[in-house]
């Protein structure tokens, strides 16, 4: 138990080294946003068209969304602003950096107290899972930040809609089954990280104003296995070996495959790993399907192996 909690605590402290040493980085070029004057010019146009005063008030619903007043308003504006909005434009990108590491510390800091039993991996493991993409984009949806991008992706938007009803299939997260928009994840961690710098880098304020933004907060009890990890740890047990064999480039598909035996398939055009976690997903529910039945009666042992088409 001590030996546990020392670790935790070392894990702990190195987060939050890191996160100092961040912080001293970041007070000597603060000075560049205080005493901005609010930005007037074309980089306050969006991308549909709107005129300044819209987007003035568009900023001003954001901090209703965040209930946070932000003293430099062009902090938010370049935390809402993609790359691709324009070449002579800023964007979210380093405050997106400045956002992944504070949201790193405080989940760090929430979980060494709550969970003071907990080892470091699992922490690790239930940290990542409330700060990974999808975890983020659904914070972005749920508040409905995405409607405030401002970006020139025409295939964003349609990727933004197609996620929105995918995720209804999961209502707290998919594990790698759907394909979630990055810039979605983007703008919640770069909005952190403006109001990070917005109050004089007090993670105090930062955590309370994002801790109900970012419910409901993956628990212990509700943190889920990844397909891959669980199909490996169920056939492992059973002493059956796992192959999964690649056949994107030909049809967009992985085959999973124990002890030569096939029993699921995943597909999924525009990212491999999706294709590859759903094939995992599939062959989990079969082998489910077919353990199930096997425990209700003496079906000989290559029955396992039998999985509808």
């Known amino acids: ?9 070392a894990a702990a402290a190195a987060a939050a080294a890191a996160a100092l040493d961040m912080i001293k980085v970041l007070e000597i070029t603060s000075e560049s946003h205080k005493g901005t004057k609010e930005s007037s010019d074309d980089r306050s146009e969006v991308a549909s068209g709107k005129q300044t005063t819209d987007w003035l008030a568009d900023l001003d619903e954001v901090e209703e969304i965040l209930n946070y007043k932000f003293k430099s308003k062009k902090l938010l504006e370049e935390a809402l602003t993609h790359a691709s909005f324009s070449d002579q434009c800023f964007s979210y990108e380093r405050l997106e950096y400045v956002g992944d590491s504070v949201l790193n510390l405080l989940f760090t800091k929430e979980q060494y107290f709550l969970y003071p039993d907990l080892p470091p991996g699992a922490l690790t493991r239930l940290r990542s899972a409330n700060v990974d993409t999808e975890k983020l984009a659904r914070v972005a949806i749920k508040h409905k930040l995405h409607r405030y991008l401002r970006h020139k992706m025409p295939l964003l938007e349609e990727q933004i809609r197609e996620f929105s009803q995918a995720i209804l ?3 707290l997260h998919s594990n790698g089954l759907v394909d979630t928009p990055k810039a979605l994840a983007d703008i919640v961690e770069a909005a952190i990280g403006a109001v990070f710098i917005d109050s004089n880098f007090s993670i105090d304020i930062v955590w309370k104003i994002f801790k109900d933004l970012l419910e409901p907060i993956i628990s212990q009890e509700t943190l889920k296995v990844h397909p891959v990890t669980e199909l490996y740890e169920v056939c492992q047990k059973r002493n059956l070996k796992v192959k999964f064999v690649d056949l994107w480039k030909e049809n967009m598909a992985f085959d999973v495959f124990i002890d030569d035996q096939f029993v699921g398939r995943g597909t999924y055009g525009l990212k491999k790993e999706i294709a590859h976690n759903r094939a995992a997903k599939n062959a989990l ?4 399907k077919i353990l199930s039945e096997k425990d209700c009666s ?3 042992e290559q029955n396992i192996y039998r999985v509808e088409n």
């Open 1 to 9: 138990m001590e030996s546990q909690q020392e670790e935790s605590a």
């Open 169 to 171: 299939d999961y209502p």
């Open 285 to 288: 529910n079969n082998i489910r």
């Open 298 to 300: 003496d079906v000989d």
